[in-house]
């Protein structure tokens, strides 16, 4: 064998591992130790609950145990950044929601590249807002909060996890299709915002169904209305807003996403396992039971999801003029 041959053999055999990173030989023996699924909100909210379902579900079917980290702040940004940063060998994996695609354009700049720095894995769930509002408020439908906001404005107060989360965007929505002004009170986390709209301090608050269903059922909150197309099957009783906005819909996805240049088997494998996680009886009946839908598919579906939310995200928050301190 000629040095020439020699060399262009033992480049080719390097180019062949590579592939081999990206091929079943990267899936072949993981997982082989503990995986990190990293939620980037305070716990109690949406996406901790999801988390928690499917994490604890993953654990037999990958055997080695998922670990759900809570790295709160910033809408998602502190813990969707330590992802972004992370070794990408599927082993630190984020689970968020629909607002990474909001918060490019509510920052003027983010740590990470949103585009480009994730790889989507898979949709878990999604989930209608739902407006909910302290029992002793003097509204009951959307149409008596929207009369009562315009003969008092900035009287009804609005509270949110955090500035330029989903919630918050959800009443900047309203404001838009009713023409009632509110007063957003930003908190540090659902468990703050929570608290204070259970004991009165602040009027009501969007936020997900499984973040509100057991305070509804329990009598300390009272629901106004559901952002779906349709009313949901854990609060059949309540109305749509768009009963009385046509069109008025904002539903928020949970869904898993590695950082960029993980191995693609690893993400396939990942999928699999989040696709079979989904189907358990248990997962499907708590999901159903907090007003979640499993979704699944694959990652290309997911993909495609969150590139079309990261322009319409683009373009209303643009509209309204939305912007977040840095």
Same mark, same amino acid.
């Given at each position: 064998m000629t040095q020439r041959y020699l060399r262009a053999f033992t480049l080719a055999a390097a180019f062949a591992g590579v592939l081999a990173l990206h091929g079943p030989?990267?899936?072949?023996? =993981?997982?082989? $130790?503990?995986? $990190?699924?990293?939620a980037p909100f305070a716990p109690g909210g949406g996406s901790d609950v999801v988390a928690r379902l499917v994490a604890q579900k993953l654990t037999p079917i990958l055997g080695q145990s998922v670990v759900v980290e809570n790295r709160p702040g910033a809408s998602g940004i502190i813990g969707a950044d330590h992802v972004a940063k992370a070794t990408p060998d599927g082993y630190t994996i984020l689970m968020t929601n629909s607002a990474l695609t909001s918060n490019p354009w509510? =920052? /003027? %700049?983010?740590?990470?590249? %949103?585009? /480009?720095?994730?790889?989507? +894995?898979?949709? #878990? &769930?999604?989930?209608?807002? !739902? #407006?909910? &509002? =302290?029992?002793? +408020?003097?509204?009951? %439908? +959307? %149409?008596? !909060? +929207?009369?009562? &906001? /315009?003969?008092?404005?900035?009287?009804v107060t609005v509270g949110t996890p955090g500035a330029g989360q989903m919630s918050h965007l959800a009443a900047e929505m309203l404001e838009q299709a009713s023409g009632a002004e509110l007063m957003m009170v930003h908190y540090k986390g659902t468990a703050n915002s929570l608290a204070d709209l259970i004991s009165g301090n602040i009027m009501m608050s969007f936020g997900t169904v499984p973040g509100f269903v057991n305070q509804i059922k329990a009598g300390k909150l009272k629901p106004i209305a559901v952002a779906s197309a349709h009313r949901v099957a854990a609060l059949p009783d309540v109305p749509t807003v768009a009963e009385t906005y046509p069109g008025f819909e904002m539903t928020v996805w949970f869904g898993v996403f590695t950082p960029a240049g993980t191995p693609t088997a690893v993400v396939q494998k990942l999928n699999a396992a989040m696709e079979e996680a989904l189907k358990d009886p248990t997962v499907r009946s708590r999901f159903a039971d907090e007003g979640l839908e499993p979704v699944a598919g694959s990652p290309a579906q997911f993909d495609a999801l969150f590139r079309k939310d990261l322009a319409g995200w683009g373009k209303f928050i643009k509209e309204r003029g939305i912007r977040i301190a840095d």
């Open positions: 030989a990267a899936a072949a023996g =993981y997982p082989d $130790r503990p995986i $990190r699924m990293i509510l =920052y /003027k %700049t983010l740590p990470y590249n %949103t585009e /480009k720095d994730f790889v989507p +894995v898979i949709e #878990l &769930a999604s989930s209608p807002t !739902l #407006l909910a &509002a =302290y029992p002793k +408020v003097p509204f009951n %439908t +959307v %149409t008596e !909060l +929207v009369a009562y &906001a /315009k003969q008092h404005p900035k009287h």
